[in-house]
Every structure is written in C-alpha cells, then in structure tokens.
C-alpha cells in the first residue's frame, strides 16, 4: 500500500498497481452510501485518495477525479459525487470533506463540489479568488474547506451557515506566510509553521481542545492531520 485514508464510516487504501481498495460501510442504515463499492474506473491508474463522510474520492494519473457514494438517498448525497468537467482533468490533488469535494489543478486553482443540501452549505464549496491561482495543497473540512498557496499563506472559506462557524476561517496572521502543510478537522484549521503547529478554530461548543497545541507540536513537527475533535501532528526524528 502506498497511501491510506479514513472517512465518517469508510476506510479506503491505495495498492502501488494503482488500484483502491475500501471497507467498512457495514454498520448499519444510514452508513452505507456505496462509498466503499470502488468503480472500476479506481482500479487502476489511481495515484491518489481522499475520502470524506459518506463519499470516496480518486485520483487517476491522467489528472480524472473518480467520486463514489453518495447512493444512499437526499440525506447523504449534496453532489459531492457529481465530479464537474472542470475536474475530469489536470488536476494533481484532491480532498474531501462532510459535505464537499475539493480538487487542485495543474494551474494552481481549487474547484469544489458538493454542499448542495439544504443547510449543509455554508460557503465550502465558494472558492474565493484568492484560491483561484497560486495554490499548492488543499484541505477539506466538516464545514469548510483550506487551501496553501506557493507563498505559504492559508486561505480559508467556509462557516457562512448557522451554528458553523467556530472561527476555523479566520486565519491568523501567522499563517499568512512560511506554512507548509495544513490540515482541516470538523471545527479546526491546522498549519506547519517552522516546525511549530499553528491552530485555529475551535470557538464553539465543538471545542474538544483539538486546538491546544502541547509543546511537543512547538518544534520539530513535519506534517498535521485532523479529524472531527482531534489534531495530530507527526514530528521529524
């Protein structure tokens, strides 16, 4: 296996032949959207992988995202699933969220997806013009979306919808410049900085201390991950 990735209720790795392999889905109603029924246009060719709540996402080598899931019915299915033209491809990373889907292309702009039910959009799937050029790396949120351009400034969108915004859009200065990795959990927007973990977010009730940074993320850290009420961060030996 060369890469792995973990969704609400899927789990989802990608073999060196370039084929996705996925499982869980099993837990019952409501968890099982088809996100782990792999298209045969993801058996092969797949460089890449993302997986959101309840949708997979894949990208091929020809630059194609290939999305699955999003078959169980309104509740589940906010278009994430319906990959535009623009997206089919030149695109060279992807991410997913809840309820979106995020692709980068070759020429640094972010296209997003999804959000389409009713009070599952808050702004995520908007990508402001500041995203539209110059982007290197993108990240994908609960309710809002990140994405890093080649001048190490985040770029945040997202938490426009009621009782979403715990401050994960509002970037702080720090991160305007000198990040190089960031990550987007259910409330929290994270960036490497100097080897130092930058947090932000985590205003509102959802506030599990995923934005308390220990002092063993002050230094030496290489790379961050965020899941719903978590951070993590993996430091350099």
Do not use: E
């Given at each position: 296996m060369i890469a792995i990735?973990?969704?609400g209720a899927h789990s989802l790795?990608?073999?060196?032949?370039?084929r996705v392999v996925a499982w869980g889905c099993g837990g019952g109603v409501g968890f099982n959207d088809g996100q782990c029924r792999v298209p045969a246009a993801a058996s092969s060719g797949v460089i890449a992988i993302?997986?959101?709540?309840?949708?997979?996402?894949?990208?091929?080598?020809?630059?194609?995202?290939?999305?699955?899931?999003?078959?169980?019915?309104?509740?589940?299915?906010?278009?994430?699933?319906?990959?535009?033209?623009?997206?089919?491809?030149?695109?060279?990373?992807?991410?997913a969220g809840e309820f979106q889907s995020l692709a980068l292309t070759k020429g640094g702009r972010v296209i997003a997806?999804?959000?389409?039910?009713?009070?599952?959009?808050?702004?995520?799937?908007?990508?402001?013009?500041?995203?539209s050029s110059g982007v290197i790396a993108v990240a994908a949120g609960d309710f809002h979306s990140l994405a890093l351009t080649k001048?190490?400034?985040?770029?945040?969108?997202?938490c426009g919808g009621k009782g979403n915004d715990s401050g994960q859009c509002r970037v702080p200065a720090a991160a305007s410049s000198g990040v190089i990795a960031i990550a987007?959990?259910?409330?929290?927007?994270?960036?490497?900085?100097?080897?130092?973990?930058?947090?932000?977010?985590?205003?509102?009730?959802?506030?599990?201390?995923?934005?308390?940074?220990?002092?063993a993320a002050n230094s030496g850290?290489?790379?961050?991950?965020?899941?719903?009420?978590?951070?993590?961060?993996?430091?350099?030996y």
């Open positions: 990735a973990a969704g790795a990608l073999r060196k032949d370039g993302a997986a959101g709540d309840f949708h997979s996402l894949a990208l091929r080598k020809d630059g194609r995202v290939v999305a699955w899931g999003c078959g169980g019915g309104a509740f589940f299915n906010f278009g994430q699933c319906q990959v535009p033209a623009v997206a089919r491809g030149g695109v060279i990373a992807i991410a997806w999804g959000c389409g039910g009713k009070g599952n959009d808050s702004g995520q799937c908007r990508v402001p013009a500041a995203a001048d190490g400034r985040v770029v945040a969108w997202g987007a959990g259910g409330v929290a927007s994270l960036a490497v900085k100097n080897g130092r973990v930058l947090a932000w977010g985590c205003g509102g009730g959802l506030n599990a201390g995923q934005c308390r940074m220990p002092a850290v290489t790379a961050v991950a965020a899941g719903y009420s978590q951070s993590l961060a993996l430091r350099g």
